[in-house]
C-alpha cells in the first residue's frame, strides 16, 4: 500500500479538479468524449444531478457506485504508476489482459495477478490510453479510470501484440499519436469474410431481455443489419431457425457456454465473432431499451439497435476502431444511441465487401445519429467525479491517520 501521507499528497490535484467539476467547469471533460445539446427529460434529470453543493455531490455520488458495475473499484486506484502496490491493482491487470493488453503467457490461467503496478502493467497502460486517444501517461489518471469504468464491447482490442485500434491509419510514436490517415477501421487477422453475400439470421426467443417484447427486439434487430446492407453488397434476411441461419442473436446471463463467460450488469454489453462464426450475444443482465428518449429512462439503459450495429460489425468481419463516433468503437455510454455508420465504418465495410450500387458516397446510414449528448457528458462526467472522489476519500481519511 502507498503511505497515507503520499496519497494525500497525490490527492491535491485531483481534489482541485474535482472541486473545479462541481462548480460546473469540469476540466476533466476535455479529455471525454461526450459532447452535444439536449433538453429532454432525461437530460434535465442529469442536469440535476451535476449540480449542488459538495455534500450533495459526494451522497449522489456514492449512490451512483453500482451503475459503474464490476470495474467500479477501478477509481481507487487513481494516480497509480509504475512501482506501486496498491489493492485492486490485480484486478486491473485482469481487465488489461481480458482485452488483450496483457498477454495470456503474462499470468497463466489461475495464477493471481499481484498487486504490483510492474512494468508490463505500464506498457499495458500506455498502450491502452494510446487505442483511446488519451494522453500516454503510462499512470491511472482520471481520463483513463474514467474510460475504463465505461462499459463496452466484450471483444479484444490487441490481438496476438497487435493494436488492432491503432493498425491502420495511426503510428503511435513515443508518447505521440501521428495521424497518417484518417481510415482507422480494422479487420480480424487474414480478412476472414462471407463468400455468400444473401446471408440469414435468426433470434433465439427463448431468453430475451425483459424489457423488451419479442416484436421490438426483431425490430431492433432488423434495423441494425438494415445499417450494414445499405452500404455493401451483403443482404440480411431474418429467418426463424436456428440451425439453418446463417448467423445466431441471443440474449444471455453470465457463464452461456462460450467460454467467454458475462459479468451481470454493466462492465461488458455483448460479444460477437469473426466470420463465419455467426453468433452474437447480448448480455442479459443489462437494461436493454429501444427507447432512451424515454422519460423512465435510466443512467442503466443501453439502447439495443447502436450496441446490436456494433456487434453486427464484428460478425461481417470488422475489429474495433479507435475513431471516437465510429460505430466500431469499443465503449459506448449509457442512454447513448450510435445507430447511423460513421465513414469509418463504411470505409471498412466496403473493403471487404463492395459497395452497395444504391449507396451514395459521402452520405451516411439512415439510423438516428441523435445522442443525449448532454446526458452522456453528464453520465462521463459523474464517472469522472466518482474517480476523484474516492480520491478526496483518501485525503480525508489520511488527516486523520
Ligand atoms: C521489467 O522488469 C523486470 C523485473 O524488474 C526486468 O527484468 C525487465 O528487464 C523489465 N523490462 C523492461 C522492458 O523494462
Ligand atoms: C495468435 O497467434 C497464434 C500463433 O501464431 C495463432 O495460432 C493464433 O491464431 C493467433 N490468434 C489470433 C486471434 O489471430
Ligand atoms: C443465396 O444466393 C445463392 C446464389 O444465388 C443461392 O444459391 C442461395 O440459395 C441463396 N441463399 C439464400 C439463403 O437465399
Ligand atoms: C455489388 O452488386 C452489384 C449488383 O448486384 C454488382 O453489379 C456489383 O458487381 C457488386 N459489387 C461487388 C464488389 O461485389
Same mark, same amino acid.
Given at each position: 500500500?502507498? @503511505?497515507?501521507?503520499?496519497?494525500?499528497?497525490?490527492?491535491?490535484?485531483?481534489?482541485?479538479?474535482?472541486?473545479?467539476?462541481?462548480? /460546473?467547469?469540469?476540466?476533466?471533460?476535455?479529455?471525454?468524449?461526450?459532447?452535444?445539446?439536449?433538453?429532454?427529460?432525461?437530460?434535465?434529470? !442529469?442536469?440535476?444531478?451535476?449540480?449542488?453543493?459538495?455534500?450533495?455531490?459526494?451522497?449522489?455520488?456514492?449512490?451512483?457506485?453500482?451503475?459503474?458495475?464490476?470495474?467500479? !473499484?477501478?477509481?481507487?486506484?487513481?494516480?497509480?504508476?509504475?512501482?506501486?502496490?496498491? @489493492?485492486?491493482?490485480?484486478?486491473?491487470?485482469?481487465?488489461?489482459?481480458?482485452?488483450?493488453?496483457?498477454?495470456?503467457?503474462?499470468?497463466?490461467?489461475?495464477?493471481?495477478?499481484?498487486?504490483?503496478?510492474?512494468?508490463?502493467?505500464?506498457?499495458?497502460?500506455?498502450?491502452?490510453?494510446? !487505442?483511446?486517444?488519451?494522453?500516454?501517461?503510462?499512470?491511472?489518471?482520471?481520463?483513463?479510470?474514467?474510460?475504463?469504468?465505461?462499459?463496452?464491447? /466484450?471483444?479484444?482490442?490487441?490481438?496476438?501484440?497487435?493494436?488492432?485500434?491503432?493498425?491502420?491509419?495511426?503510428?503511435?510514436?513515443?508518447?505521440?499519436?501521428?495521424?497518417?490517415?484518417?481510415?482507422?477501421?480494422?479487420?480480424?487477422?487474414?480478412?476472414?469474410?462471407?463468400?455468400?453475400?444473401?446471408?440469414?439470421?435468426?433470434?433465439? !426467443?427463448?431468453?430475451?431481455?425483459?424489457?423488451?417484447?419479442?416484436?421490438?427486439?426483431?425490430?431492433?434487430?432488423?434495423?441494425?443489419?438494415?445499417?450494414?446492407?445499405?452500404?455493401?453488397?451483403?443482404?440480411?434476411?431474418?429467418?426463424?431457425?436456428?440451425?439453418?441461419?446463417?448467423?445466431?442473436?441471443?440474449?444471455?446471463?453470465?457463464?452461456?457456454?462460450? /467460454?467467454?463467460?458475462?459479468?451481470?450488469?454493466?462492465?461488458?454489453?455483448?460479444?460477437?465473432?469473426?466470420?463465419?462464426?455467426?453468433?452474437?450475444?447480448?448480455?442479459?443482465?443489462?437494461?436493454?431499451?429501444?427507447?432512451?428518449?424515454?422519460?423512465?429512462?435510466?443512467?442503466?439503459?443501453?439502447?439495443?439497435?447502436?450496441?446490436?450495429?456494433?456487434?453486427?460489425?464484428?460478425?461481417?468481419?470488422?475489429?474495433?476502431?479507435?475513431?471516437?463516433?465510429?460505430?466500431?468503437?469499443?465503449?459506448?455510454?449509457?442512454?447513448?444511441?450510435?445507430?447511423?455508420?460513421?465513414?469509418?465504418?463504411?470505409?471498412?465495410?466496403?473493403?471487404?465487401?463492395?459497395?452497395?450500387?444504391?449507396?451514395?458516397?459521402?452520405?451516411?446510414?439512415?439510423?438516428?445519429?441523435?445522442?443525449? /449528448?448532454?446526458?452522456?457528458?453528464?453520465?462521463?462526467?459523474?464517472?469522472?467525479?466518482?474517480?476523484?472522489?474516492?480520491?478526496?476519500?483518501?485525503?480525508?481519511?489520511?488527516?486523520?491517520?
Amino acid at each position: 500500500m502507498s @503511505t497515507p501521507t503520499r496519497s494525500g499528497l497525490n490527492c491535491h490535484l485531483v481534489v482541485a479538479t474535482l472541486l473545479l467539476a462541481l462548480l /460546473g467547469i469540469a476540466q476533466v471533460e476535455s479529455h471525454l468524449h461526450g459532447h452535444g445539446h439536449g433538453h429532454d427529460t432525461v437530460v434535465e434529470l !442529469s442536469g440535476h444531478r451535476k449540480l449542488g453543493a459538495l455534500s450533495e455531490g459526494v451522497t449522489r455520488v456514492a449512490s451512483l457506485t453500482d451503475e459503474a458495475g464490476p470495474w467500479n !473499484s477501478f477509481k481507487t486506484l487513481l494516480d497509480t504508476k509504475l512501482g506501486d502496490v496498491r @489493492t485492486g491493482v490485480g484486478a486491473l491487470k485482469s481487465y488489461l489482459q481480458q482485452f488483450g493488453y496483457i498477454s495470456k503467457t503474462d499470468a497463466p490461467a489461475g495464477t493471481p495477478f499481484t498487486d504490483t503496478f510492474d512494468n508490463i502493467t505500464q506498457t499495458a497502460v500506455m498502450n491502452y490510453q494510446r !487505442s483511446f486517444g488519451l494522453t500516454v501517461t503510462g499512470r491511472l489518471d482520471v481520463a483513463t479510470l474514467t474510460q475504463m469504468i465505461t462499459p463496452r464491447c /466484450g471483444r479484444e482490442d490487441v490481438i496476438n501484440g497487435t493494436l488492432i485500434m491503432l493498425q491502420r491509419g495511426l503510428t503511435a510514436t513515443g508518447t505521440q499519436h501521428v495521424s497518417v490517415g484518417s481510415q482507422k477501421w480494422a479487420s480480424f487477422a487474414g480478412n476472414p469474410r462471407w463468400t455468400r453475400k444473401n446471408l440469414t439470421y435468426a433470434i433465439d !426467443s427463448t431468453l430475451l431481455s425483459p424489457a423488451v417484447t419479442q416484436t421490438d427486439t426483431e425490430i431492433a434487430i432488423d434495423t441494425a443489419f438494415a445499417q450494414w446492407s445499405a452500404v455493401t453488397n451483403l443482404t440480411f434476411t431474418r429467418i426463424q431457425s436456428l440451425t439453418t441461419a446463417d448467423i445466431t442473436i441471443s440474449f444471455d446471463l453470465l457463464d452461456h457456454g462460450d /467460454g467467454n463467460p458475462f459479468d451481470g450488469q454493466l462492465g461488458v454489453l455483448a460479444h460477437a465473432y469473426a466470420p463465419t462464426n455467426g453468433r452474437l450475444h447480448f448480455d442479459n443482465s443489462e437494461s436493454w431499451s429501444i427507447n432512451i428518449q424515454s422519460a423512465s429512462s435510466t443512467l442503466k439503459d443501453f439502447d439495443l439497435v447502436s450496441v446490436a450495429v456494433h456487434e453486427i460489425g464484428h460478425l461481417i468481419g470488422l475489429e474495433h476502431s479507435s475513431v471516437p463516433d465510429a460505430i466500431m468503437y469499443p465503449s459506448i455510454s449509457p442512454l447513448s444511441s450510435k445507430q447511423a455508420l460513421n465513414a469509418d465504418d463504411i470505409a471498412g465495410a466496403q473493403s471487404l465487401y463492395g459497395a452497395n450500387p444504391t449507396f451514395t458516397p459521402g452520405t451516411t446510414t439512415p439510423g438516428t445519429g441523435g445522442n443525449l /449528448g448532454a446526458a452522456v457528458a453528464s453520465w462521463r462526467r459523474l464517472r469522472a467525479m466518482d474517480v476523484a472522489l474516492s480520491c478526496f476519500g483518501l485525503l480525508v481519511a489520511s488527516l486523520f491517520i
